[in-house]
């Protein structure tokens, strides 16, 4: 659609912060107001309203759209949604490790117990971690420890761990950018070790490549809208 404003400010209100186009509140697609909880998240949605130009497109507001997101989807059904996140704990990459060759078996283990051992220490949890991908149960207080943990995030975080969770394929490698202010460069590395073992081995051609640049870029705003949200 047509850019049909000049000025974007930040106000702050009760709730938190909005974001005004001409004097005008910005509303989601379901009409609520898009109030922010922090100054900081909303000077980076203001951010991307300012840099749109003739046209505004969506696609390049990605803090807007989470924020669309957190609203409109994740508060009014925080704690089934909050539910569905938790379920890749059963699940988590860092628990499934290659048969072999030894050289990737050594990555693995060299990014993702580390990971796993702060997970452990910070949950009081234990893993069950297995060689190929036949599924294998997780302890049920495991489960129960690491649900808690996502169900006691607000709903902004709760939006962006959702999408590092599906990204990462991994909640642990999701709940350390968020709560154990690990480098989340380093993190979506660990979560690609497979895809690039794969690639040293058989190469990747302009889509791939082009579609893991994006997958990165996303994970990265996702970590970013996590820490953005904090009051």
């Known amino acids: 659609m047509k850019r049909f404003y000049t000025d974007v400010t930040v106000v702050a209100e009760e709730g938190g912060h909005a974001i005004r186009l001409d004097g005008r509140p910005v509303r989601t697609p379901a009409r609520a107001s898009l109030t922010l909880p922090s100054a900081a998240l909303a000077d980076a949605i203001a951010q991307e309203w300012r840099a749109q130009g003739e046209e505004v497109d969506p696609a390049s507001m990605p803090m807007t759209g989470l924020a669309n997101a957190a609203i409109d989807h994740v508060a009014p059904n925080r704690a089934s949604f909050a539910e569905g996140v938790a379920r890749y704990a059963q ?11 030894d050289t990737l078996v050594a990555r693995q283990a060299a990014a993702w117990d580390p990971l796993l051992d702060w997970a452990r220490g910070r949950y009081d949890v234990t893993f069950a971690v297995t060689q190929g991908i036949i599924p294998v149960p997780q302890p049920d207080e495991t489960l129960d420890r690491l649900g808690a943990a996502v169900v006691a995030l607000d709903p ?31 993190i979506w590395e660990a979560a690609e070790i497979d895809e690039a073992w794969q690639i040293e081995q058989w190469g990747e051609d302009a889509e791939a490549a082009a579609r893991s640049v994006r997958r990165a870029d996303d994970f990265a705003t996702a970590g970013a809208f996590c820490a953005l949200s904090r009051v």
């Open 91 to 101: 699940s988590d990459l860092l628990c499934y490790r290659s048969n072999g060759p």
């Open 156 to 186: 902004f975080i709760l939006t962006g761990l959702s999408t590092l969770v599906t990204l990462s394929g991994s909640l642990v490698c999701a709940l350390a950018v968020v709560e154990g202010g690990h480098e989340i460069g380093a």
